[in-house]
């Protein structure tokens, strides 16, 4: 499978490596860079720590399942994860996912080390605190996990004194190292991730609640989680919530499910948010579920059946997202359209069509010299890129496609050198404002100016009809053309449309 775009976009940040980025902590890119210094620029490099990560996973989860419940829940623990379609993209695809839930699940065991050695201050409460601070450098939510363990410790009254001992405290130390690249990042860059954050959860939307929407995102969850095991995991908790008034078994796993999961559901009654944001709190739920069916299998045939489907209409659903041309194949009418793992596909083959595009250009308007590239977003400028045959750059830094001039910092491309970037003579970025001199870009050198760029947009529908105008790129040039469509098929379908436009002339977006 070609890399989605949100990989090739990541692929990018390692190799501009920094303290953080702009949604993110710098988790992934060191991770996809050790992969690509180990293997290159391909998929595989790319990939390469992902069903690492998931094998470790799976080992935790069946350890510390294995703890709470026993050996027979510990293998069902570990094959109900296994069967999950959400935890077999992320055991297949590099994102933040993978490195999260690890470091998640890793900082769990860690802390109920720390708890069952409770008589003494042992060094688990550091070591749980590093393994937060390590998963929250690769996505924020995992301080949750904080939150959680502050929970346990405040509810369980055997436990509530290592809220000030010493305990909490190695907790803390060990986490704050995690904080220090994202906060120094953020000071130089006005704090974007916060804004960031706050929009993506809706939270600057100025529309009313949407108490309906709720239930669209509980459908969401059905289909990554596979309804028979969601519908499980939902009896189970019902159960534990019950059950955790005198067991402290199940009190301790809902402590790390409960916050993060009811957190962004009563967010989704603003905007629906994405179904991978409750995933840690799911995978603690996970052993939770594991536990409590594991003693009604061994008493009851009818629950053997139901785990037994469960899984197994799990495993086809995993089988059916990963590998879907199996059922094009078998006769199964699938659009394209409705697949997600059509976002991993036909990248590759559009990249060589543009290249091959560019250079008859080129070949064509020799009096307008080399033209450079702008992409209508982030994800579709990071895909194109990494599979462009001939990735040109225009300087140190710059990525082999642009995205359009913008004054709204909405990506990372915004934080790299961009075409409508004005440079001191001398080959610098120009600064905004110094103490007692300001500089306006009038008193730089734009080396654009006056050259001729390919805007690729797939903001286009299979059909080819109603694309949006490109308005925000066409502004910034003097002429603008629409050269023709990039079409990829597979199995006599249409799965991705590029529709190319040539912009003469730029010159900047009027004031």
């Not at 623990?77 to 296994?82: D, E, G, K, S």
């Not at 594991?294 to 045939?301: A, G, K, N, Q």
């Not at 103490?435 to 797939?458: C, H, Q, S, V």
């Amino acid at each position: 499978m070609e890399l989605s775009p949100d990989e090739s976009y990541y692929y990018l940040w390692s190799q501009r490596l920094d303290w953080a980025y702009y949604s993110k902590g710098p988790g992934v890119a060191l991770a996809i860079k050790l992969g690509t210094l180990l293997f290159g620029p391909t998929e595989l490099g790319v990939r390469l720590l992902s069903p690492f990560l998931a094998l470790g996973t799976s080992l935790l989860i069946f350890w510390l399942t294995n703890r709470l419940y026993g050996l027979t829940a510990g293998l069902w623990a570990t094959v109900l994860v296994n069967s999950l379609p959400i935890f077999n993209v992320g055991a297949t695809v590099m994102t933040i996912d993978p490195l999260s839930i690890f470091f998640w699940v890793a900082a769990l065991c860690a802390f109920w080390l720390a708890l069952e050695r409770a008589h003494k201050l042992s060094g688990w409460w550091l070591v749980s605190g590093l393994l937060v601070g390590a998963g929250f450098l690769c996505k924020y939510t995992n301080a949750f996990q904080i939150l959680s363990m502050l929970l346990v410790l405040l509810v369980v009254r055997r436990h509530r004194p290592h809220l000030w001992r010493g305990g909490v405290f190695l907790l803390l130390i060990g986490f704050s190292p995690g904080l220090i690249p994202p906060l120094l990042w953020n000071v130089s860059h006005a704090w974007v991730t916060a804004n960031h954050l706050l929009d993506r959860g809706g939270l600057t939307n100025s529309a009313g609640w949407q108490p309906f929407d709720i239930l669209t995102y509980l459908l969401m969850h059905f289909g990554v989680y596979s309804p028979f095991i969601f519908l499980g995991m939902t009896i189970a908790a019902g159960a534990a919530i019950k059950a955790a008034r005198n067991h402290f078994r199940p009190l301790f796993l809902l402590c790390f499910a409960a916050p993060i999961i009811l957190f962004y559901f009563g967010l989704s009654l603003k905007q629906v948010g994405e179904v991978n944001w409750t995933a840690p709190g799911f995978v603690t739920l996970g052993i939770l579920t594991a536990g409590y069916w594991s003693e009604r299998i061994s008493l009851s045939v009818a629950a053997q059946r139901w785990s037994f489907a469960a899984v197994i209409l799990s495993l086809g659903m995993t089988v059916a997202l990963l590998c879907s041309d199996l059922l094009r194949s078998a006769g199964v009418p699938w659009p394209y359209a409705l697949d997600p793992g059509t976002r991993l596909r036909g990248w590759k083959s559009a990249a060589t069509e543009l290249d091959a595009v560019r250079k008859k250009f080129e070949r064509d308007h020799p009096e307008l010299g080399p033209v450079f590239l702008i992409a209508n977003k982030y994800g579709t400028a990071a895909a194109l890129a990494f599979y462009l045959p001939d990735k040109r750059t225009e300087g140190p830094a710059h990525p082999p496609i642009y995205t359009p001039e913008s004054q709204d910092i909405t990506n990372q491309f915004a934080f790299w050198p961009r075409y409508d970037e004005h440079l001191l003579p001398e080959g610098e970025p120009l600064p905004r404002m110094q103490e007692k001199l300001e500089f306006t870009e009038e008193a730089g050198i734009n080396p654009f100016m006056g050259r001729t760029a390919l805007f690729i947009t797939d903001d286009v529908s299979p059909d080819g009809i109603s694309p949006k105008s490109p308005h925000e790129v066409e502004r910034g040039f003097g002429r603008f053309a629409r050269l023709g469509d990039i079409v990829i098929e597979r199995h006599d379908e249409k799965i991705r449309v590029l529709r190319i436009f040539a912009c003469y002339r730029y010159k900047g977006l009027d004031l």
